[in-house]
């Protein structure tokens, strides 16, 4: 069984258009994350959800918007693509906030033309 | 915001040599955990370090806290074929922090057979 999966695997895209990612994780954790892994592989925090609460929501364009229905569940919707936002994107769940183990999901590889 | 530098960058090794990866924070931390991502795949745990000094062994792995609890390292003994990835560190705690992990910046590592 998946702990923690995300739609779709991959995804190319023209720029300007819009797209979604989905995860879902069955752990029963209360807090989800969405991270943007760059071509030089840094990590970055993009949101995170607490019990379909926002509780970071880092520096990030306006264009993506992210949507948590119930807490096994966190969605990421990019508006208007650009060639910068071409990367991967890991959803990941943990049990509590901050301190706690976190778990990633396969990832989403984007890539923007 | 809060910072945890990770070095080396990239490392190539011989099969059976030695590698080692550092992480260091200029504020101290609550916990620190080190995560390993293979090539083309999701950030895993490995292990979670949280007392002053705390130095912990899996197999080839040694974790070490430091005394002050600012600095981390991942020592890996006789390299293998099946260690090649890159490992991050992640801490939480410090000021500035709330209640986010923050990763280093990974280091890659490469392993000739």
């Known amino acids: 069984d998946t702990a923690v999966s995300q739609t779709p695997k991959y995804l190319v895209t023209q720029m300007g258009n819009d797209k979604s990612i989905k995860c879902e994780q069955n752990?029963?954790?209360?807090?989800m994350y969405w991270y943007k892994q760059d071509s030089k592989k840094f990590l970055k925090i993009m949101f995170s959800y607490n019990n379909k609460e926002l509780i970071i929501n880092e520096t990030v364009p306006n264009r993506f918007s992210p949507k948590s229905p119930d807490k096994a569940h966190l969605n990421l919707h990019i508006n208007s693509l650009e060639l910068g936002d071409s990367a991967v994107y890991f959803c990941?769940?943990?049990?509590?906030?901050?301190?706690?183990?976190?778990?990633f999901g396969p990832g989403t590889r984007l890539l923007v033309l | 915001g809060q910072q945890v530098m990770q070095i080396p960058q990239y490392q190539h090794v011989q099969e059976g040599e030695d590698f080692t990866t550092y992480c260091n924070s200029s504020?101290?931390?609550?916990?620190i955990q080190w995560y390993k991502q293979r090539p083309g795949g999701h950030p895993v745990f490995l292990i979670q370090l949280v007392k002053s000094g705390e130095v912990k062994k899996q197999k080839r792995l040694t974790f070490q806290f430091g005394e002050a609890k600012k600095n981390s390292s991942l020592h890996i003994t006789a390299t293998q074929t099946t260690d090649v990835g890159t490992y991050f560190c992640?801490?939480?705690?410090?000021?500035?922090?709330?209640?986010?992990?923050?990763f280093g910046q990974g280091t890659t590592l490469q392993v000739k057979p």
């Open positions: 992640a801490a939480s705690g410090g000021s500035g922090n709330t209640g986010k992990l923050i």
């Open positions: 752990l029963g954790h209360d807090t």
């Open positions: 504020t101290t931390l609550s916990n």
């Open positions: 990941a769940s943990s049990h509590g906030t901050g301190q706690e183990t976190q778990y």
